[in-house]
């Protein structure tokens, strides 16, 4: 099965800073990519899909980009209500396998 | 409006059997594979496995298969997940969630069915 390793595991980061997560799959899957946050005590909340098409109500801070193997998730401009944990999905085909999550904080 | 209703928290006692539901409105169900996801307290999400409603075609994580059940009500748009023997291991927050189609991610979540299991 496709593995897929997202780094770093966490982050600390100043309100304002660009601030970039990567996600490296095993094999290539295309663009068949999501990204997803998770706030601490919250349901997951789709970002992205297609590697990089913003979900509806998404704030255009957030970006995505990539294919094949190598994808990195963009949040440009950090603010408070992005501390959350992200975590990438590969759906091309099951098992649609998620990373381990990446954790970001304020500094 | 698309939502996914779970059942409620459980509390059980290893070896105990445990069916949990997730049900779907505001969209056709059968139309829509539904998958569920575990997450362990503390760490990261893990894909359990996804259906189809309309024929119950299943696929499952080589991690899951065989330790759960995934199936599905169509007549009552509800999907469900089931242990026939639970473990202290199975602790954890279980989450449904919709695709648009196979190859899609997951649009919309439930709100979470969490699992207690001790002893």
């Known amino acids: 099965d496709i593995q897929m390793t997202q780094s770093p595991s966490s982050l600390s980061a100043s309100l304002g800073d660009r601030v970039s997560i990567t996600c490296r799959a095993s094999e290539t899957i295309s663009d068949y990519l999501a990204w997803y946050q998770q706030k601490p005590g919250q349901v997951p909340k789709l970002l992205i899909f297609a590697a990089s098409t913003l979900q509806s109500g998404v704030p255009s801070r957030f970006s995505g980009s990539g294919s094949g193997t190598d994808f990195t998730l963009t949040i440009s401009g950090l603010q408070p209500e992005d501390v959350a944990t992200y975590y990438c999905q590969k759906y091309d085909s099951a098992p649609q396998t998620f990373g381990q999550g990446t954790k970001v904080e304020i500094k | 409006e698309v939502q996914l209703v779970q059942s409620g928290a459980e509390v059980k006692k290893p070896g105990e059997s445990l069916k949990i539901s997730c049900q779907g409105s505001?969209?056709?169900?059968?139309?829509?594979?539904i998958g569920w996801v575990r997450q362990v307290p503390g760490k990261g999400l893990e894909w359990m496995g996804i259906?189809?409603?309309?024929?119950?075609?299943?696929r499952y994580s080589p991690s899951f298969e065989g330790q759960v059940t995934i199936s599905a009500d169509k007549s009552i748009n509800t999907a469900y997940l089931e242990w026939s023997s639970l473990k202290a291991s199975d602790t954890a927050m279980y989450f449904c969630a919709k695709l648009e189609r196979y190859q899609d991610a997951f649009d919309v979540w439930g709100q979470g069915s969490l699992v207690t299991v001790s002893s």
């Open positions: 505001g969209y056709n169900f059968v139309s829509h594979w």
């Open positions: 259906i189809f409603p309309a024929d119950s075609d299943t």
